[in-house]
Structure formats: structure tokens, C-alpha cells
């Protein structure tokens, strides 16, 4: 589905200079607030997420009154074997993917003794949150490099505070952020040499549907700020404008590095 403003876009357009960001898991929640953010920034969207239903498409209402092009594509990033024809599509409804966000990922399905994890429930976490962003960053990184370079490009991918912070409760999830980690940093190295570059970001505890099962039980120590010295919950717009200054290089020395974004609930302290 492409979602375009009418009639052609101006001569002064910032597509030119920002290309085309992908992003994954951005019909709603911090997917959302990144993709406006990058709009704000001057690129065009597409938007990928497994469900489309009305929150989608207001998403991509909300996109085409920023004055860009907003596109949605109803993909599995678990399906591997859908990562290249996805690609090919974006590049022919947008032009070249300059900008790709890995957002998309699944917490666990219940909190519980690690103990009791069983493979099925871990299979789908790693099937998502790393395998699946893995060979979803190979595809586009590998038509990155087929592209003439025109304009800045980079790889974001979100992982987690989980990514060092344990949390055995829900254990497939931390194993997964923290492998997507080591991913992102050898994907750093690899595509450092061709002028991408590759940044992680670790949100805190941030207020969305995938937190909600906490809220009551974490609020209080949130705003006495015994879970981050800022006291307050993390907003989807805190996520979304990080990954946009990173996307139009406002860091431009640094790829492979670490970006926490939880209100300072990383640091370590007694």
C-alpha cells in the first residue's frame, strides 16, 4: 500500500539528501514515534509491520501530513525467505533504502522461572528478535553496497537494556537483545569501510503496550527514581528522536557504539 501527498513533490525536497528509511514494527508505540521522527528528518518511510489494522494506517495518515511519502508493507521479518522481494518492493515504490531501523521484536509471551523456558517459546524470541533482524540487516546491507552511494547511510537497530541488564524472568529475551548486540557490532566492522554506519540503541524502561504488564509494579520506583535517576517513564518520542538524530548524522564519528536512551536506569550504581 502506498500512501503518497498529491501531485509531485517539490524541487526542494530532502529525499535527495535523505533517501528512504525503512523501519520495522512501526505501526505503533516507539515504531511509530521513530518513523515520524525520521520524517521530520526529511526521509521517506516505509513502514513494515506483521499487522495491519487501523493503527497501521493512521500511522501512515499521520506520515503523509509531515509532506512526505509513507509506504506499509504486512511483513514477518521471522519469514528470511521475504526479507529480499520486501527490499525490492520499498526501493520500487520509494527509491533506495539509505536509513534501516530494526524496531521490530516480541517480549516474552509470560513472565516466569527460567527454569521452566521451554524451546518453543524461546525459538520464537530468537526466530524474531535475532534471527530474523540478523538476515534482515544482511539483505539490506547487501543492497546498500550494490547501491551508488548518493548520501549518508545507516543501519539502527534497537535492542534492549536487556541486552546487560539480567532479568531472569523473562530470560529468551535477554539472550536475544544481547546476541542482537554482538550482531550490530560486527555488522559495524564489517560495513564501516563502505561509509554505513551501524549504531545500537538501548531503551530503558519505556511506556508502551509492551510494558504494560509492569506498569503498576515498576511506577513507583520509576518516579521515585530508584529505576533511573530521571523519575520519570520513558516516551515513545524519546526512542524516536535519538534514532533520528542518529539517522541524519548528527554523531557522524561513531559506528559499532552503544546509544542508552532509559533516563539514565543503565548506569551502575550501589
Known amino acids: 500500500m502506498l500512501k503518497d501527498m498529491p501531485g509531485s513533490l517539490p524541487t526542494s525536497d530532502m529525499s535527495t539528501e535523505r533517501g528512504v528509511a525503512l523501519v520495522t514494527g512501526g505501526r505503533r508505540g516507539i515504531g511509530r514515534a521513530i518513523c515520524l521522527a525520521l520524517a521530520g528528518r526529511g526521509f521517506d518511510v516505509a513502514l513494515v509491520d506483521i499487522v495491519e489494522d487501523d493503527?497501521?494506517?493512521?500511522?501512515?495518515?499521520?506520515?503523509?501530513?509531515?509532506?512526505?511519502?509513507?509506504?506499509?508493507?504486512?511483513?514477518?521479518?521471522?519469514?528470511?525467505?521475504?526479507?529480499?522481494?520486501?527490499?525490492?518492493?520499498?526501493?520500487?515504490?520509494?527509491?533506495?533504502?539509505?536509513?534501516?531501523?530494526?524496531?521490530?521484536?516480541?517480549?516474552?509471551?509470560?513472565?516466569?522461572?527460567?527454569?521452566?523456558?521451554?524451546?518453543?517459546?524461546?525459538?520464537?524470541?530468537?526466530?524474531?528478535?535475532l534471527r530474523g533482524t540478523f538476515f534482515m540487516t544482511q539483505a539490506v546491507a547487501r543492497r546498500m553496497l550494490a547501491a551508488e552511494k548518493k548520501v549518508a547511510r545507516s543501519i539502527i537497530t534497537l535492542t534492549s537494556a536487556n541486552?546487560?541488564?539480567?532479568?531472569?524472568?523473562?530470560?529468551?529475551?535477554?539472550?536475544?537483545?544481547?546476541?542482537?548486540?554482538?550482531a550490530m557490532q560486527q555488522f559495524a566492522i564489517r560495513l564501516a569501510p563502505h561509509g554505513i554506519s551501524v549504531h545500537e540503541i538501548r531503551p530503558g524502561l519505556i511506556q508502551t503496550d509492551m510494558t504494560a504488564d509492569v506498569y503498576e509494579r515498576y511506577d513507583p520506583d520509576v518516579r521515585a527514581g530508584r529505576l533511573g535517576p530521571v523519575g520519570r517513564w520513558g516516551q515513545p518520542e524519546d526512542v524516536g528522536e535519538g534514532v533520528a538524530a542518529l539517522a541524519s548524522g548528527a554523531i557522524p564519528f561513531s559506528t559499532g557504539d552503544v546509544f542508552n536512551i532509559g533516563g539514565g536506569i543503565q548506569i551502575p550504581r550501589l
Not at 546487560?164 to 544481547?178: D, F, I, L, N, Q
Request: aromatic fraction near 6%.
Open 55 to 129: 493503527l497501521a494506517h493512521e500511522t501512515l495518515d499521520l506520515l503523509v501530513a509531515t509532506g512526505r511519502r509513507a509506504w506499509f508493507a504486512k511483513n514477518d521479518i521471522a519469514d528470511t525467505d521475504a526479507h529480499a522481494g520486501l527490499i525490492e518492493k520499498v526501493e520500487a515504490e520509494l527509491g533506495d533504502v539509505t536509513c534501516l531501523v530494526n524496531n521490530a521484536g516480541v517480549q516474552v509471551s509470560e513472565r516466569g522461572d527460567l527454569l521452566d523456558v521451554n524451546e518453543a517459546a524461546f525459538d520464537r524470541l530468537i526466530s524474531i528478535n
Open 163 to 182: 541486552a546487560y541488564m539480567v532479568s531472569p524472568e523473562k530470560g529468551p529475551y535477554c539472550v536475544s537483545k544481547a546476541g542482537l548486540s554482538m
